[in-house]
């Protein structure tokens, strides 16, 4: 197999792994829905920015920092647990708050909102078996630095294309206004499904 056919099988595997329900898809359309697209894609580039030092990590050594000291993969999967059960806990707490316009609600400066979706990304345990079990498969010993260099690439702009395009739909005006009539049952819902994935995470169930 050539690293062309390789790199184009990387697009399709990574574009399904962050196609896959979880929490960064919960984090961006709630942003969107309740912020503005600005603070969304802002969301996105901390998704992007945590994928790149998973890409580094990976090319340092994660997966056999994994084998070896298995404990560092555990107090990953409790802390970012942890984190999302208390991102969940503040939507939950925000829906008894009347949509009130955006001067008013939750910080949207998009310093934050960079920093919340890298720490939500970082933190998920998710992303450390992705990177540790499938993408270390195309950043094996002897692959040429060109190869590893387009890989993160793919993975970057994997990341930035797919969220990217659900920051752009749920900030629509239409969404929008419909978000108006129903915010407090979407964040509720927001909020609880944050509060499953992380609990599912602190008990160990991936």
Excluded: H
Aim: some cysteine.
């Amino acid at each position: 197999m050539t690293y062309v056919s390789v790199l184009m099988s990387l697009v399709a595997v990574d574009l399904a792994a962050a196609m896959s329900p979880g929490p960064n898809f919960v984090l961006v359309s709630q942003s969107a829905v309740d912020g503005d697209r600005k603070t969304a894609l802002a969301v996105v580039g901390g998704f992007a920015l945590s994928n790149l030092l998973w890409c580094l990590a990976v090319m340092l050594g994660l997966a056999a920092l994994f084998r070896v000291v298995p404990q560092i993969y555990a107090a990953i999967r409790i802390i970012g647990g942890l984190y999302l059960i208390f991102l969940g806990i503040q939507l939950w707490r925000k829906s008894d708050k009347a949509f009130e316009g955006s001067s008013t609600r939750v910080s949207r400066s998009l310093a934050r909102a960079i920093l919340r979706g890298t720490l939500t990304n970082v933190t998920n345990p998710k992303s450390a078996v992705y990177f540790a079990s499938i993408f270390v498969l195309f950043i094996q010993p002897g692959t040429p630095a060109w190869v590893q260099w387009v890989a993160v690439a793919i993975v970057i702009a994997d990341t930035l294309i797919w969220y990217g395009f659900v920051a752009l739909v749920f900030s629509a005006q239409g969404v929008q206004r419909w978000y108006r009539q129903a915010a407090s049952t979407v964040d509720r819902v927001a909020g609880a499904l944050m509060v499953a994935f992380g609990a599912r995470l602190v008990v160990g169930r991936n």
